[in-house]
């Protein structure tokens, strides 16, 4: 029988919560053990260590291998960095719309268009995230470090429960200070995949509070603004590689993401947004012996295989990027409900301008 139920939810996990059987909501998260061997087996083929987690956000089942380990970020950083961004706005110490100045002195090579730029050169906080997170600009990250502080990106960390993930340092530029002994093994930063997944989740259910305080009224817009930088992400060879054809410049991707590149070293944390719902992947290959930078890179290739067998899993269907309130995850439109097992259709949100 065909029932309509209008949810208002406060939160996307509330949307979740309201379509799942009563039972399923007292159950701790169940490890998908098929799915962990199918990532065993992906593992076993590529000649390098692989660390995953994996989350649905709809029925709360995870997948994992090696999801505590210990591994390089590489730019996955920069999910730190957009967290405490995060928190700083939030608190009043920070704006999108303030202005910074790109110095010579802060331009470094690698990814990204602003070392190439001539200087000085006038940029909002927003320009500047925008360009750390859809071209991973090395520059820009610097520019961000410097205004948001270090320290201060790490005590975020820290109070967001995550114990294994650091920033060392700036971009390409030597470590100043007393460092951690393991520093010199890590380079820029350290993480796991299950702490880096943590931070991908707390943009896409927008709990942005480190006491678990009730959300602010401007969390909902602000999360937005961090989840289309994330969407708009331009490197599309790696967790997208198999599950997006389309021109997304276009079309509004699925994914939101942020990836990591080293010689040795491919990563990529994910909102994948699929018509059972939403999922988070957060996927590190380390020690990797391919060490080309082609599109055929190995490690790149594996951490498309790990996505591709994921979704093949939990959302046979496929990818639906209508099916995710962009631009306030906190406020999504009201929910109809065929039956309990029919995921929810979402339309977008009314858009956002950061422009305030």
Avoid at 43 to 64: C, D, F, I, M, W
Avoid at 337 to 356: D, E, F, H, V
Wanted: net charge negative; charged share 15%.
């Amino acid at each position: 029988m065909v029932r309509r139920l209008l949810v208002p939810a406060l939160s996307l996990f509330a949307v979740v919560l309201a379509i799942l059987p009563a039972s399923a909501q007292t159950l701790s998260p169940q490890e998908d053990q098929p799915l962990d061997q199918q990532l065993q087996s992906i593992a076993a083929a590529h000649h390098g260590k692989l660390a995953v987690y994996a989350h649905n956000l709809r029925t709360g089942q995870t997948a994992s291998l090696s999801p505590d380990l210990p591994v390089k970020t590489a730019s996955t950083i920069k999910l730190g960095i957009l967290l405490d961004a995060a928190e700083q706005i939030r608190a009043g110490h920070a704006s999108l719309s303030e202005k910074l100045v790109l110095q010579h002195a802060n331009q470094v090579g690698g990814s990204g268009v602003l070392g190439e730029l001539t200087a000085p050169l006038a940029l909002t906080l927003g320009d500047t995230l925008t360009l750390m997170v859809i071209l991973s600009d090395n520059t820009a990250t610097n520019m961000a470090i410097d205004r948001l502080g270090l320290d201060h990106i790490n005590a975020t960390l820290r109070a967001a429960g995550l114990n294994q993930t650091v920033l060392y340092k700036k971009v390409y530029v030597p470590a100043t200070g007393p460092m951690p002994a393991d520093q010199p093994q890590f380079g820029l930063g350290k993480t796991t995949a299950r702490e880096m997944a943590v931070i991908m989740e707390r943009f896409a259910t927008c709990r942005l509070s480190l006491d678990n305080s009730p959300p602010l009224p401007g969390d909902g817009p602000l999360c937005g603004v961090f989840l289309h930088m994330l969407r708009d992400q331009q490197d599309r060879n790696m967790l997208p590689r198999y599950l997006e054809t389309m021109d997304t410049s276009e079309q509004g991707s699925a994914i939101a993401d942020k990836i990591g590149a080293l010689d040795a070293v491919r990563n990529d944390v994910a909102l994948v947004t699929t018509k059972a719902g939403p999922v988070v992947i957060s996927a590190f290959t380390v020690e990797n012996a391919d060490q080309r930078w082609i599109p055929e890179n190995e490690g790149e290739i594996t951490l498309a295989r790990v996505a591709q067998a994921i979704v093949q899993r939990w959302s046979p269907a496929g990818l639906d990027p209508a099916a995710f309130p962009w631009d306030n995850p906190l406020h999504p439109p009201p929910v109809t409900i065929l039956s309990r097992s029919t995921a929810p259709t979402m339309k977008p949100a009314r858009s956002y301008s950061p422009s305030a």
